[in-house]
């Protein structure tokens, strides 16, 4: 089956640009979305169709993609951006996968 | 604002049946690129997208799923529902009610807040 690869965990200080990398075959026929969750909370979209971000999401926020690799950035990390995020797509029959999901640590 | 709020017994016997359902309310139903869904989240683990349903009736169901789950939907009450069938201690998860917006592929802006459903025997 499709799947979706992540790294385990990310780890960056206050300030500085977090990328969180996700890669598949499929990626350059299907766009990426992003969610993050923190602790005990549901997911929440941050990217969608790749590089869009929903209304709310603060602009630190960032998507883009490169052949089967996307890529999540967030400039300027705080505090608050610990958390699991997950990249999502689908594969070449349209079924939804999810990566693995990346802890985000904000030492 | 869309909210989604799940319902549904806590705990399920192996083998059994479990059964969820979704109260939507703050958006209608009926939107032509709106599907319903369902996506779970066994504990400590990743999300597993189980299934959408369109207000038409239309279904689609991850492959893994789709011998045992059954997503409807009742428009009338806002309202929407998963079933799985045989259910093991694998299927222990937080099951979360989302809605999916299908154009150039399929995401999923608006989540419950999850229920926790044990099998256990």
């Known amino acids: 089956s499709y799947e979706l690869t992540q790294p385990p965990s990310v780890s960056v200080s206050p300030g500085q640009t977090a990328r969180i990398t996700c890669s598949g075959d499929?990626?350059?026929?299907?766009?990426v979305y992003w969610y993050h969750q923190k602790s005990g909370q549901a997911p929440v979209l941050v990217i969608y169709?790749?590089?869009e971000r929903p209304s709310g999401i603060p602009e630190r926020f960032s998507g883009s993609s490169s052949g089967t690799t996307a890529t999540l950035t967030i400039s300027g990390v705080q505090a608050e951006d610990e958390a699991d995020y997950y990249c999502?797509?689908?594969?070449?029959?349209?079924?939804?996968?999810f990566g693995g999901g990346t802890k985000l640590t904000v030492l | 604002q869309l909210q989604l709020q799940e319902s549904g017994p806590g705990l399920v016997k192996t083998s059994e049946t479990l059964s969820l359902t979704c109260s939507v309310s703050?958006?209608?139903?009926?939107?032509?690129?709106?599907?319903w869904g369902w996506i779970r989240q066994s504990p400590g683990k990743g999300l597993e997208w189980i299934g959408n349903?369109?207000?038409?009736?239309?279904?689609y169901y991850n492959p893994y799923f789709s011998s045992r789950v059954t997503v409807s939907i009742d428009t009338s009450r806002d309202q929407y529902f998963l079933r799985l069938s045989s259910v093991t201690a694998a299927d222990t998860a937080v099951y979360f009610c989302?809605?999916?917006?299908?154009?150039?592929?399929?995401?999923?802006?608006?989540w419950g807040q999850g229920a926790l459903v044990a099998v256990s025997s």
């Open positions: 999502q797509s689908a594969d070449s029959d349209g079924i939804v996968v």
């Open positions: 169709k790749g590089s």
């Open positions: 499929e990626l350059p026929k299907q766009y």
């Open positions: 989302v809605r999916a917006i299908y154009s150039t592929g399929s995401y999923f802006d608006s």
């Open positions: 349903i369109h207000y038409t009736g239309a279904t």
């Open positions: 703050g958006d209608s139903m009926n939107g032509r690129s709106h599907y």
